[in-house]
């Protein structure tokens, strides 16, 4: 929105057919002469439309006036784009506080009667300027809103990729955990027929051995009570022949 305020004020007492004041006095001519047309043409009328609102259009802007039941004619050149309420506003706090009273001997507006104009113009304008933030907030909240939502949607999307990525570790996680556990269970059933297989030929071996080293032991066994008995004889017969010798 356009920050130009108003370009040009009028207010003319159509009682007296004079103009009260103009704002501000160094516009261009052009403006003041279509004003002074606009009030001379109501001038000029016997009826007045009381309260009427009307406004012109133009490549300088756009016009607003009307007149109250006090007769005086108010009259602002605005920017197209200004609101029409910032402009009656004005012309309601004009007529509120009497500007039009506030006249010297020539009927021209006195010094208090432009201090008080002036103030209730600046309070206008700062009023417009704040009405101009605000709109301008209203316009960009919808795009606020909507940006606000992209990034609680791009959290969210993201609180779900980091839920997956979780997902994803815990799940490899437990893969790797299984394998170890697989892999443990292998070797337990290799280690366990591993000790079956030795067993089975340890089972063997001592089939094969014990029979073997037994019937070995027997005989050594039996050689050994054969020499025994030998030794005995022989020793018999040598104390025999030592006694009966002559």
Known sequence: ????????????????????????????????????????????NKIYLYDERTR??????????TILASNIFYCALVDNTYPERNVFNLIDELEKNMIY?????????????????NKILAMIKTTSALERAQESVN?????????????????????ELDIKADKIVKAAEDMKEGSKKLKFCAWLRNFKWT???ISIVIGVLLII?????????????????????SNTNTNTNTTNIIFTKP
């Open 101 to 117: 009273k506030k006249i010297n001997e020539n009927g021209e507006i006195s010094l208090e009667g432009r201090n008080q104009f």
């Open 209 to 229: 051995i014990v029979p073997v080293v037994l019937t070995e032991v027997q005989k050594a066994k039996d050689n050994e009570v054969g020499l025994i008995g």
């Open 195 to 197: 000790l079956i297989i």
């Open 1 to 44: 929105m356009s920050s130009v305020s108003f370009k040009y004020i009028f207010i003319g007492n159509l009682n007296s057919k004079k103009q009260i004041i103009d704002y501000p006095s160094n516009v261009n001519e052009s403006i003041v002469n279509n004003c002074s047309k606009i009030f001379d043409g109501y001038c000029n």
């Open 56 to 65: 012109i259009n133009s490549n300088q802007g756009t016009y607003y006036f």
């Open 139 to 159: 316009e960009l909240k919808p795009q606020l809103r909507k940006e606000i939502m992209k990034v609680i949607g791009n959290n969210s999307e993201l609180t």
